[in-house]
């Protein structure tokens, strides 16, 4: 079922910008990951938070974690024209067993300006 | 890392005709599979798991008899659309996961199958 709902649906900044996206969902987790998607292609992992943690940094990438609301935030500092994407959060939920498939937000468009 | 395989990466086939895909784990054993759909500017959506040597369980609203999974070895799933329909058209991603490897369960994508019914 599709949990996660994300914020801005779409969002066009300019090169050098940092960009927010922002991720709900709605049942206990063990982890929460985030994936970039170019235009048709397969699915890069860019980060995993576990619910035991708060922030994670990768590179220009910093991701939080709100288990008590139940919401994420994926900032892309100083972006570039190669982040134009579409980014996804994934949620890997608590039943036991890590025998789940992932449930996938609606996604951000992201397009960078040069 | 770990690497998983698609195979085709496209394919376009007739109204009514059947559809094998391919989803191999190249250099670690899936003891459990996923197949995931994804129609355009959509997100993907989970429509099964796959566990070797076991039956596949299906997400809700999934035909089991129109999506034929077969997990018959450690290192390959198989998804079959069968009688195949335009509506059926879609990205289709795999997704493996070592269960006795990583803690954290990390799920490994394929690069998707393209399908395109006519």
């Known amino acids: 079922s599709q949990q996660g709902e994300e914020d801005p649906q779409a969002l066009s900044i300019q090169e050098g910008e940092n960009a927010t996206m922002n991720c709900s969902y709605k049942t206990s987790i063990n982890n929460l990951q985030w994936y970039r998607q170019n235009s048709g292609r397969g699915l890069v992992h860019l980060i995993l938070i576990r619910s035991n943690e708060r922030e994670k940094h990768s590179g220009r990438l910093r991701v939080t974690l709100d288990t008590s609301k139940k919401s994420s935030s994926l900032l892309i500092t100083a972006s570039r024209a190669a982040d134009t994407a579409s980014y996804f959060c994934?949620?890997?939920?608590?039943?036991?067993?890590?025998?789940?498939?992932?449930?996938f937000g609606k996604g951000t468009h992201l397009i960078i300006q040069p | 890392g770990a690497v998983v395989s698609q195979h085709p990466s496209w394919v376009i086939c007739k109204s009514g005709t059947s559809v094998k895909i391919e989803c191999r784990s190249l250099d670690f054993q899936a003891t459990t599979m996923f197949w995931y759909r994804q129609f355009p500017k959509q997100s993907l959506m989970l429509m099964a798991t796959?566990?070797?040597?076991?039956?596949?369980?299906?997400e809700q609203g999934v035909e089991k008899d129109k999506f034929l999974i077969n997990h018959a070895s450690l290192t390959l799933s198989t998804l079959t659309v069968t009688s195949a329909h335009p509506e059926d058209s879609s990205f289709y991603i795999c997704s493996a996961r070592d269960l006795w490897g990583k803690p954290d369960y990390e799920q490994y994508f394929g690069p998707g199958t393209r399908l395109t019914v006519t």
């Open positions: 796959s566990n070797e040597g076991s039956k596949a369980t299906y």
């Open positions: 994934a949620t890997d939920s608590d039943s036991g067993g890590g025998a789940d498939g992932l449930t």
